[in-house]
């Protein structure tokens, strides 16, 4: 899934799925190796999302509770 977005992140930290909640809210989530990942979001809800390799998404989770997603980092602004 290729995308013609550009995206320039200035901070970022490995991040693991788990009860933790990710302080602070990253601007968006990469992966090493491709799956999926369930969030928790600002309100709570949790929603599971595939996740590619190597490419930002811009999801802003306030918690990864599962992954199968491998490599997984925050980026930031």
């Not at 309100?43 to 490419?55: E, L, M």
Request: proline share 6%; hydrophobic share 50%.
């Amino acid at each position: 899934m290729a995308s013609n977005n550009t995206f320039s992140a200035l901070r970022w930290k490995a991040i693991t799925a788990g009860a933790a909640a990710i302080e602070p809210v990253p601007v968006a989530i990469w992966a090493d190796v491709a799956g999926n990942i369930t969030c928790v979001g600002d309100d709570g809800v949790s929603v599971s999302f595939t996740i590619p390799a190597g490419q930002p998404i811009s999801l802003q989770p306030h918690k990864i509770t599962a992954a199968t997603a491998t490599g997984l980092r925050a980026l930031y602004n």
